[in-house]
């Protein structure tokens, strides 16, 4: 089995720890982390490492890696993790779940995630330092650039290109063949029928609260 370090101790690096130790042929030793933001020494009964001598104690000859953080800034701070641990040299995993569905002729990048009940459909392309999570639909042809966060019931249909450290909240649909460019903010449930601007925010306003109680409801 791989040896692998994970980057972070958050709820992202516990999930990933629990996949890769039910769901892979990887074995997690260890988490690191900057020195500033280590409180306790161990974390899921694994210890935590400083990064920024990580190398020392589990060399990167015996060791891969992977960088469990979110989306923060723009997922800059995934980005910039990312190839920190590549200047140290670190492999970087890409994790794809057995229960997702994923052609052999995809091209998917390293220290990417991709859940439970993703569908990838030919041709389409994931690139790097990229999460999925679960039960999106990748339609063929499609490409998602580096360091991007898909949420969960995301649509992307066929011909679409999804740019560098972009977000996709849960519930979006991208038309086929329109164009997201880098760093957009798509909220929950947005519908992208056209080509966007770079370092756009695009979002829908959230139900509205009625100002009838539920206890005055007929017929419910």
Known sequence: ????????ITDLAELVNYYLSNDSNYEVKAFTLDKEFIKETTFN?????????????????????????????????REKKYFEAKDKGYELITYISSNASVYDNLKIGDNCFIFEDNTLQPFSEIGNNTILWSGNHIGHHSKIGNNCFISSHVVIAGRVTIGDNTFIGINSTIRDNVKVNKENMIG????????????????????????????????I
């Not at 089995?1 to 972070?8: A, T, Y």
């Not at 210890?47 to 997922?75: L, R, T, W």
Request: charged share 25%; aromatic share 10%; hydrophobic share 35%.
């Open 45 to 77: 009964d694994l210890p935590i490492i400083e990064f920024d001598n990580i190398e020392e104690i589990y060399p990167p000859s015996d060791y891969s890696m992977f960088i469990a953080v979110g989306y923060n800034k723009m997922n800059k701070i």
């Open 1 to 8: 089995m791989k040896k692998i370090i994970i980057f972070g």
């Open 188 to 219: 929950a449930g947005s519908l992208i029928l056209s080509d966007t601007d770079e370092k756009a925010v695009y979002s829908v306003r959230g139900t509205e609260k009625s100002k009838v109680p539920s206890h005055r409801l007929r017929n």
